[in-house]
């Protein structure tokens, strides 16, 4: 199993639906997970971390589940300005080196 | 505060050159990573350096050098360039607790011919 492994996509959605993405984890010590996002040619940006009991920001919601060794993105209300590559962090363990990003999953919002 | 700063921006280089890739952070963070990205491979670490003073290699060291001039800066050198090493390569620092945010440098583009 990949340490971290997330679908590429891309998921083409039209503007204004909701829009779900997984991204699943290797090593269940991991201690803190994150979802980064990057545009075309840019580096990539926080978009949010991803806390035990889930938390929200704005239209964007994090799921952590332990048990399954998953953690989830759900964008409400896609805009046009949504497209982009979401990256998925997962922190394995307590060195700098052990923090693994997944490849990305592509989303294009269609007008 | 400009974050982390990164030079050049693109690079073209020969087989067998050398160069050095710039990196600087004002935010006073005490760790600062190198990557290199390649499509369909994601974020991939070169080396990281957790304080001023100290490097290790990441998963894909072969090939590069690093310094960690100072608290600030952090440089990556490629001593014999070669085509596999085209990639775009990021520079990230971070506070040094390993809960907190990653912040990128802009990235540096790298055709080796």
């Known amino acids: 199993r990949k340490e971290v492994e997330q679908d590429p996509g891309p998921f083409n959605v039209p503007e204004g639906a909701t829009v779900a993405f997984n991204c699943t984890y290797s090593?269940?010590?991991?201690?803190?997970f994150f979802w980064y996002r990057q545009d075309c040619r840019k580096e990539p940006k926080l978009l949010m971390s991803v806390y035990s009991s889930g938390n929200e920001d704005g239209r964007f919601t994090a799921q952590l589940n332990r048990a399954s060794q998953y953690i989830s993105l759900l964008i409400r209300d896609s805009k046009l300005s949504d497209s982009a590559t979401y990256l998925c962090v997962v922190n394995m363990g307590w060195r700098d080196d052990k923090i693994i990003f997944g490849k990305g999953t592509r989303l294009h919002i269609l007008p | 505060n400009a974050g982390v700063t990164q030079t050049p921006k693109f690079q073209v280089l020969k087989t067998g050159q050398s160069m050095t890739l710039q990196c600087a952070q004002d935010?006073?963070?005490?760790?600062m990573y190198w990557y290199r990205q390649d499509p369909g491979m994601g974020l991939r670490l070169i080396y990281y350096?957790?304080?001023?003073?100290?490097?290790d290699k990441g998963e894909v060291p072969n090939g590069y050098n690093v310094s960690r001039l100072n608290k600030r800066e952090f440089s990556l050198r490629l001593e014999s360039a070669a085509p596999s090493q085209t990639s775009v390569y990021f520079c990230?620092?971070?506070?040094?607790?390993?809960?907190?945010?990653?912040?990128f440098g802009p990235g540096t583009r790298l055709l080796v011919l």
């Open positions: 090593n269940s010590a991991s201690q803190s």
């Open positions: 990230a620092s971070v506070q040094g607790l390993l809960q907190e945010t990653q912040y």
């Open positions: 935010m006073n963070h005490n760790s």
């Open positions: 350096s957790a304080s001023e003073g100290t490097t």
